[in-house]
């Protein structure tokens, strides 16, 4: 961040004191994306088990490989989409112009396995306006094992070969010589360690130990053992143990997305009604990758003059659809410029199937609908169904219920969609003669359902957008449910007048996190190594390990001079029989700011400090940060001239204090040496959640504490991201990272608690 002189839409904020500064400069929050365009993906996938190497992968496993696969598309500011099951990604998917990662991950993580593998894939990508495709190479993520089965015909009885890493080890015996062994390793392990063993003709045991150093995933350390047989009796001395490093070059699988069947400037997932038969010309979109090889098209019986069954990229077939008024025209070929922009060739395929208005008006009325179903193949052998399907007469028109309740609340896309108390649920309305409409909800196992409905203005809104000129339209509409229980599983349904319930979904309500010590009952001490030799530290926490309290502060930097900052009170309290004492003082002339945050002071750099800022989080979301606190502002401020660029403070006047509260994806390191400084910044993308208060003057009476509760703002990269951490820091000098403000400025706080709506 940029030396701020103006203070137009910047806060500052600080725990520092003589080695440990806290509070940091913070700037307004980012928009979630810039102002760039937008473009759509395609994400080419596909698992092709007929070129793993190491093993053919049939159909099932093939299958199930598909269906487990998980894709992660993800920004600087996190998680954008998540997939599982590669025949649900969509056949373009919208996203903000910029650069991006796509991960897919499949199979079984284990330590150590004959039978489970582990694919993944990583990419980075860009996406630029327009069309865009990326083709996902997901690779085999084991390192791979095996034994040459000649080492059988070496004279060693009963042979069986280890291998083995910490977590886990493989053998090998006359059995199972024919397979092929999978080890994850995990993040401490470089080598395979392996071991032979038998029983030589002379009744002698034979074992030779050794390790495969710096084994690489996608690798095959093949084993083989050799001897000159006449050596065998006399002990073994010449049995060889060679081991081949063979990287695995063809376990590549490639990720392809299938056809794309899409309707022209309409779903083709609706009818396409006119109950008058006045149609227009209706284009079908088909895009195939690494070519098309057939597109074959049957037609419903009602249907006439037309053979069902024939693939319709057959020039006969295309001069018959052409007399009967159905047009199919090819875009020139090319390749995939998004692909080759990410350094890939994909040729690709596109057509369009043109039913024209002469030959839809054409056809007859019909009490059923007319459907026409293309069964796309491509290059890949993938294959994408999709069907037209006209109604030219009321009773051929669909009849939905009049509200579905549609998908289940995903969270992990959504996770702000389910809070403590409440949930926002999403249902269908089909039809805008629909009334009474809402949502019936329960906790999983009652018997008994409550009722909820939208707005009287969704209501109208989701009417108002389901009159359309073709038969049905679904629209959204959303239900808040409100007073429900913390940790609850709850079950929910759409629902109409004259229609009780569509299908029934889940979701469980997100847990309460209570903050430890909270009311800063415990206390205790350790012994800390300063510039001027060991010194007992304070600290909020009932055992003296400042690695295990969940909060801290700086009085291991104020301990170099003897001198605590924070620490327990009986003068003030809320609750309990003590409150925390913050209060700045000025040791060895600079100012040390009394300070308190949930995290740990790590080390002393010099005369300055290095936190962490953060505690393990429950991802919850709640709506303030309520506690009790008194605060008195010393006076006579006094500025370190090299810092009052820094400073939003009047030198000699009244001293400001501050609390913030943060929720993250990641604890957040602070360093205030300032040839390094590094402060909190709530624009930080690991930054989900964000507010402070600044008191520049006295709050609250005399001798008491007063309640205070501080919203908690959530950026739009919390509705993708769930937070991990959480933080709350407290400065009565918030400019003390800077060594600026008055001694005598005094906190008093207590019963610390996170509000949930």
């Known amino acids: 961040m940029a030396v701020m002189k103006k203070f137009i839409r910047c806060i500052s904020g600080a725990t520092a004191m003589i080695v440990v500064a806290a509070l940091l400069p913070a700037c307004s929050l980012e928009a979630p994306f810039d102002a760039a365009g937008e473009g759509t993906l395609t994400l080419n996938t596909d698992i092709r088990g007929d070129v793993v190497k190491t093993r053919a992968i049939g159909a099932e496993d093939l299958a199930s490989l598909r269906e487990n696969c998980v894709v992660y598309i993800e920004n600087s500011k996190g998680l954008i989409q998540k997939f599982k099951g590669l025949d649900n990604i ?65 004279d060693l009885q009963d042979l069986k070969v280890t291998f083995s890493h910490s977590r886990g080890e493989l053998q090998f015996t006359q059995d199972n010589i024919d397979s092929k062994g999978y080890f994850m390793m995990p993040n401490a392990d470089k080598d395979l360690n392996y071991k032979v063993e038998g029983k030589m003709a002379n009744g002698s045991n034979y074992l030779k130990e050794g390790v495969i150093p710096n084994v690489q995933r996608a690798h095959e350390y093949a084993l083989k053992i050799s001897a000159n047989q006449a050596s065998v009796t006399e002990g073994g001395a010449l049995i060889k143990i060679v081991i081949a490093d063979i990287p695995l070059i063809e376990e590549t699988v490639d990720i392809y997305a299938p056809p794309a069947i899409k309707g022209d400037g309409f779903n083709i997932d609706e009818q396409l009604v006119s109950l008058d038969r006045a149609f227009n010309d209706t284009r079908i979109y088909v895009r195939g990758y690494n070519g098309i090889s057939s597109m074959v098209m049957n037609t419903s019986s009602n249907f006439t003059n037309h053979n069902s069954g024939k693939n319709i990229l057959d020039n006969s077939v295309k001069t018959e659809l052409m007399n009967q008024g159905i ?159 913390p940790d609850t599983e709850y079950e929910y349904a759409a629902f109409a007048d004259g229609y009780e319930l569509g299908d029934i979904r889940r979701f469980r309500t997100e847990g309460i996190f209570t903050i430890p010590n909270a009311s800063f009952e415990d206390w205790s001490s350790y012994t800390a190594k300063t510039l001027l030799g060991n010194r007992s530290v304070v600290i909020p926490w009932s055992v003296g390990d400042k690695n295990a309290s969940f909060w801290g502060s700086g009085n291991e930097g104020s ?14 309290v809320h609750s309990g029989a003590f409150a925390a004492r913050l209060e700045s003082k000025s040791v060895m002339n600079v100012l040390a700011a009394g300070n308190l945050f949930v995290g740990t002071y790590v080390e002393t750099d010099g005369t300055n400090g290095v936190l962490s800022l953060g505690r393990p989080y429950n991802g919850s979301h709640p709506a303030k940060l309520r506690f009790w606190v008194n605060y008195r502002p010393g006076s006579g401020v006094s500025i370190k001239s090299e ?73 739009e990269r919390a509705k993708t991201k769930r937070p991990t951490h959480m933080i709350i820091v407290i400065s009565a000098s918030k400019y003390g990272d800077f060594f600026s403000g008055a001694s005598g400025s005094l906190f008093y706080l207590d019963d610390f608690e996170f509000v949930y709506e």
């Open 90 to 154: 969509p056949a373009e998917i919208r996203l903000r112009t910029g650069d991006y990662v796509a991960e897919a991950w499949s199979g079984d993580s284990v330590s150590a396995s004959f039978s489970s593998k582990f694919y993944r894939g990583y990419r980075k990508f860009q996406i630029a306006e327009g069309n865009n495709s990326l083709t996902l190479n997901c690779n085999i993520a084991n390192v791979v094992v095996s034994v040459d089965p000649a080492s059988l015909d070496v």
């Open 327 to 485: 047009k199919i025209d090819k875009l020139p070929a090319s390749q995939d410029a998004g692909a080759a922009a990410n350094g890939v060739s994909v040729p690709v395929d596109e057509y369009y199937i043109t039913f024209t208005k002469n030959f839809l008006e054409s056809l007859p009325a019909s009490s059923e609908e007319y459907k026409v179903t293309f069964i796309v193949t491509d290059g890949n052998h993938r294959q994408k169904s999709a069907s037209l399907r006209i109604a030219n007469d009321p009773a051929a028109v669909e009849q939905l219920p009049p509200v579905t309740t549609g998908q289940a609340i995903d969270t992990e896309k959504d996770p702000m969609a389910v809070g403590a108390y409440k949930a926002t649920v999403t249902c269908l309305l089909n039809t805008s003669d629909a009334t009474g409409f809402g949502v019936k909800y329960r906790r999983s196992g009652d018997s008994a359902w409550q009722q909820a409905m939208p707005t009287s203005a969704n209501q109208a809104a989701a009417r108002r957008n389901a009159r359309n000129t073709r038969a049905l339209e679904q629209t959204p509409y959303t239900v808040v449910l409100t007073g429900l229980t």
């Open 559 to 572: 301990a170099t001079a003897n001198t605590t900052l924070t620490n327990k009170s009986s003068d003030m």
């Open 643 to 715: 810092n009052k660029d820094f400073v939003a403070l009047e030198e000699g006047g009244k001293d400001h204090g501050q609390i913030y509260v943060a929720l993250t994806d990641e604890p957040i390191e602070i360093r205030t040496n300032p040839s390094k400084r590094k402060l909190f910044d709530p624009e930080d993308p690991h930054v989900l959640a964000y507010n402070q208060v600044t008191w520049t003057d006295n709050f609250g009476p005399d001798g008491a504490l007063q309640m205070f509760e501080l919203p908690i703002n959530y950026n």
